[in-house]
Every structure is written in structure tokens, then in C-alpha cells.
């Protein structure tokens, strides 16, 4: 069983996670969480994986508001697999 976590930007275009360790198959679970810097703000912000492959997961984002209280920051994420 492998364990690994970490965290991306996602202020720029490359949305993809990419894992220190590649696991052996697509059959993994990856959980995401965003990292907002404003705390009294809700996100209203979908955050999704798109598909996987052994070493990457690729991320779909779209912010729901003005985009002038939300400022997104990073994703942290935890996978776990073999």
C-alpha cells in the first residue's frame, strides 16, 4: 500500500497532480481539498478529478463568483493505492 500527499497551485493552467510515486494501476483513490486564503468567504468552487493515470491525476476547476473574494490558492491532496 502506498501512501502520498501533497499539494498543487492552482494559479496556473497545468491542473494536474503529479504523484511522487506512480502506482501500478488506474485503481487508486485521490482525495482533494482546496486551500482558500480568505477564511471568511465560502468557496464556491467545484474542484474535480477528470481522469487518472498511474503517476498523474488531472484536475477540472471553475470558480462560481465574481472571483473578487475567493482568491484559490493551492490544492492539497492525498492518494492511496498500490
Request: proline share 1%; charged share 20%.
Amino acid at each position: 500500500m502506498i501512501f502520498q500527499w501533497g499539494r498543487i497551485n492552482l494559479r496556473g493552467f497545468d491542473n494536474i497532480i503529479r504523484l511522487p510515486i506512480s502506482f501500478t494501476s488506474t485503481n487508486y483513490y485521490i482525495k482533494t481539498g482546496i486551500w482558500n486564503q480568505n477564511s471568511n468567504y465560502g468557496a464556491d468552487y467545484d474542484f474535480q478529478i477528470r481522469y487518472l493515470e498511474n503517476d498523474r491525476a488531472y484536475v477540472m476547476s471553475q470558480e462560481f463568483n465574481d472571483g473578487t473574494s475567493f482568491v484559490r490558492e493551492y490544492a492539497d491532496f492525498f492518494a492511496i493505492g498500490q
